[in-house]
């Protein structure tokens, strides 16, 4: 093969290649926004009697008694 040849497909190759990878990446962006849209129309509902408000008052509670604990830990071992 002459030089022209090589470069004919190697241009041939590299348009398969990167029109393969633009075909798959635009039906991955099709795939990816119809489950986002199916998510949101299908996804989990949360419960009308959720409070928010006390699960962090309880968790603010806990993080206070954790970092208690560890400075407590932390200066007995000094």
Excluded: C, W
């Excluded at 041939?12 to 039906?27: A, K, Q, R, S, Y």
């Excluded at 199916?38 to 954790?66: I, R, S």
Aim: negative net charge; without cysteine.
């Amino acid at each position: 093969m002459n030089s022209g040849e090589l470069i004919s497909e190697g241009l041939n190759l590299m348009l398969l290649g990167m029109g393969t990878v633009f075909v798959f990446l635009t039906i991955l962006v099709f795939v990816t926004s119809i489950m986002s849209t199916l998510v949101q129309k299908y996804g989990a509902v949360q419960p009308a009697d959720h409070n928010p408000g006390a699960t962090e008052q309880l968790d603010e509670a806990a993080l206070f008694a954790a970092i208690t604990a560890a400075i407590h830990a932390h200066r007995m071992k000094q």
